[in-house]
């Protein structure tokens, strides 16, 4: 549950003139902690804090002549998670909370007044507390859709929902009624569009204050400890961040513009040097990058919270290496020797072994030096998948300044290496020669031969044909928030959700529903419940077998993950998890025991996708049924079949007594390399495989009623009805333009 701490003693009514005594007090060279009376200490100590008045800040200065900049400021920076205390932090951090309440409650108002269109709305602190401090679809979600929130609290409204029990439920924070209007009080001290009255925070545009709300709702960075443990290092940090000068500590951003998200990231296709692929989980982000990098070299890494600089880059490692044996003798050491061979044996050294940084940077450089005069070198492809799940700034080290590319691609900033990576690096690079140096030498000022340092291995430096792409999914990126300095060295790419053609289908209890109208129909319910894109469901997020996900697979994955990352936090509500009976349709339902086995029970899942409004698919198997077709080209498709023929042009009849046979022996004369083609673009199918294929499926070799049989390199399902055959001709026939004969009755 979210914890929070704020403050109750700000007095408020004289609160610019408390921030100038601070600031005058502070600048005087005082220490606060001298001041006599108690109550003024703590009413110090606390604007001290809230409103960054320390000696060295410019807000200090700030404060002596303008207070109600000030204000703004700390209006537009307070966040949760903050140091207030040690304990505050780690609940928050724990909770993983990541609010900045004055900008969501002005973002709020502001989109009550879209919703309204009346130049004017409000929010009750009650609602206030309940839509953001309460619900962690907003606390715990620092890019919110906040026109979302409006119609919800329009309708709760109109419906006079009860907020109180769920925020006394919800919400440990103690004396919260009295510290969250104080904190409110605060924002009608800063600007005369807001009116606290009675309980209710009222909005009312004041044109004259339109750059100030215009930069609240456009600042987008939050704060985040490098180290939570080590309090006092949060502290300073926090100090830099909330300082009124543009000196920003280790923040991150987070854009709540979902218009400029669009256009600023949409995939391109360019072959940027340093790129980022983001978006929902099973978007494609990795297939994407497989297919851009197909025929290249690529060294891929995953980034977890154990990935440090040493598993990245390199360390020393054990390992079994053939050594001489010696003795002593007098001072020496003397190999033996058995019939005058030297004896070897095993033992285990330590040497630097590089990891995937170095092993794609030394890679890149050979490729350069491979490449003749004038021609350019080959890519090569550094990968890092789920880059947020590690901590960046650990794991880089000092490699980050590398990713600073000039307009040529290479380094602008060489780094020096370190004794022991100069060993690996000299050793890899004996021999090289770069034929177009001087062209990489002119780069840099000061007339350095900086390729030669390079094959020395005395500096680091990124050539331009090395290429680091990486993974991102946006459910993940508070494991490990990325800073602004490290995001701006990369280019994003969003991989949006997208129906990728496969035709995938779920099977329960032998019918199919549409894998893609289930991610349509299930994504439509997280967004409402979680207003962020983050959590939906990608096209791969559960890959199909053979075009089917298996009930077992769907339960496991999907339902899974439903169930404890999207909808725990929205208390499950509507009737998306409604059993027959209204009851929670809890995650143990969708499993039953039966002899002492654990199954999945189908009828839970057929319950819950009806409650999604989905049926089973009625085209997934419908050349199964013995009615009739619709016509192909201009040919009618009759119902019934006593007659299955088929002539050629060149006088060739097959009429076999057997109606498989005839098709078989169709399909072969045809040209069965021919039909495959066909076969694999066409809608007609068994259990959504194609009827003749390259491969074997296990999709109809683990149903009995259907079987193969091998023509040439080719595979034809057998067990089809003679309507399917018979529309397979015909389908072929009026593809190839075969000028058949076709009889059948």
């Excluded at 780069?443 to 990124?462: C, M, P, R, S, T």
């Excluded at 207003?531 to 997020?541: M, N, Q, T, V």
């Excluded at 499993?591 to 319950?607: L, M, P, R």
């Excluded at 194609?690 to 074997?696: G, I």
Aim: proline share 3%; aromatic share 12%.
């Amino acid at each position: 549950m979210p914890r929070y701490l704020f403050s109750n003693d700000q007095r408020i009514s004289v609160l610019a003139d408390r921030i100038q005594w601070v600031a005058d007090y502070v600048l005087s060279g005082k220490k606060l902690k001298d001041i006599p009376d108690k109550s003024d200490n703590n009413n110090a100590a606390t604007l001290e804090f809230y409103y960054n008045l320390y000696p060295n800040t410019e807000n200090t200065q700030v404060a002596i002549t303008s207070p109600k900049e000030v204000i703004r400021n700390f209006v537009l920076k307070f966040q949760y998670p903050n140091p207030r205390t040690q304990e505050s932090l780690c609940d928050t951090m724990s909770e993983k909370v990541y609010l900045a309440p004055y900008r969501m409650t002005i973002s709020l108002l502001l989109a009550l007044e879209k919703v309204n269109n009346t130049g004017s709305s409000y929010l009750t602190l009650e609602e206030v507390l309940y839509y953001i401090f309460a619900d962690s679809r907003v606390c715990k979600n620092p890019s919110v859709n906040c026109m979302k929130i409006a119609e919800l609290i329009y309708k709760n409204r109109k419906e006079n929902k009860n907020l109180s029990d769920f925020i006394k439920s919800n919400i440990i924070w103690k004396q919260y009624d009295r510290q969250i209007r104080e904190m409110m009080m605060v924002l009608c001290k800063c600007s005369e569009s807001f009116h606290l009255s009675k309980g209710v925070l009222e909005y009312s545009h004041v044109t004259e204050e339109d750059d100030f709300i215009d930069k609240i709702v456009k600042y987008n960075f939050f704060w985040v400890p490098s180290n939570k443990e080590k309090f006092d290092l949060s502290i300073k940090e926090y100090i830099s961040y909330m300082n009124m000068a543009d000196t920003p500590y280790n923040v991150v951003s987070f854009s709540n513009d979902e218009e400029e998200k669009n256009e600023i990231v949409n995939y391109t296709g360019e072959k940027s040097l340093q790129q980022i692929f983001y978006g929902a989980p099973g978007t494609g982000k990795s297939h994407a990058i497989n297919e851009l990098t197909a025929g290249k070299d690529v060294i891929r890494t995953t980034f977890h919270p154990d990935t440090d600089y040493s598993t990245f880059v390199g360390a020393y490692k054990p390992t079994t290496k053939s050594v001489p044996v010696t003795t002593v003798i007098g001072t020496n050491a003397v190999p033996v020797k058995l019939n005058g061979k030297e004896m070897m044996e095993d033992k285990i050294v330590y040497e630097y072994v590089s990891q995937a940084f170095l092993q794609a940077y030394v890679a890149a450089w050979r490729k350069y030096s491979d490449a003749q005069e004038g021609e350019e070198p080959m890519d090569e492809f550094l990968v890092i998948e789920e880059i947020n799940r590690g901590n960046c700034a650990q794991i880089f080290g000092d490699l980050f300044q590398l990713l600073d590319r000039g307009d040529e691609g290479f380094s602008e900033y060489p780094i020096k290496a370190d004794s022991d990576m100069k060993k690996l690096l000299e050793k890899e690079f004996k021999g090289l020669e770069i034929k177009n140096k001087e062209g990489i030498n002119a780069l840099f000022n000061g007339g350095k031969d900086i390729v030669a340092e390079v094959l020395a291995g005395d500096v680091l430096l990124l050539p331009n044909n090395l290429y680091i792409w990486a993974t991102m999914n946006t459910s993940d990126q508070s494991l490990f928030p990325i800073d602004s300095a490290f995001k701006r060295r990369w280019d994003w790419n969003y991989v949006p959700i997208s129906d990728a053609g496969k035709k995938w289908m779920i099977e329960v209890n032998g019918a199919q529903y549409d894998w893609w109208k289930f991610l349509e129909a299930i994504n439509d319910k997280v967004y409402h419940a979680t207003y962020s894109e983050d959590k939906k469901l990608g096209y791969f997020f559960c890959k199909a077998k053979d075009g089917v996900i298996s009930a077992d697979k769907f339960v496991s994955k999907v339902i899974f993950y439903l169930w404890n990352d999207v909808f725990k936090d929205s208390e499950f509500e509507g009737d998306t998890f409604k059993d027959e009976d209204g009851e929670k349709l809890s995650f143990d339902k969708f499993y039953s025991v039966e002899n002492n086995q654990v199954k999945v029970n189908g009828t839970k899942i057929v319950k819950f996708l009806s409650n999604l409004n989905l049926e089973p698919d009625s085209e997934a198997d419908e050349d199964n049924s013995e009615e009739g077709f619709e016509t192909e080209g201009d040919k009618k498709l009759p119902k019934t079949s006593k007659v299955f023929s088929v002539e050629f042009p060149d006088g060739t009849v097959i009429n076999e007594n057997n109606k498989f046979d005839t098709y078989h022996k169709t399909l072969s004369k045809i040209g069965i390399e021919q039909v495959e083609k066909i076969a694999a673009e066409m809608k007609y199918h068994r259990l959504h495989t194609p009827l003749v294929t390259k491969s074997k499926y296990e999709a109809i070799l683990n149903k009995p009623e259907y079987s193969y049989i091998q023509e040439g390199d080719c595979f034809i399902v057998k067990g089809i009805n003679n309507i399917t055959m018979y529309r397979m001709v015909m389908l072929l026939d009026n593809r190839l333009d075969l000028q058949l004969k076709v009889c059948y009755e």
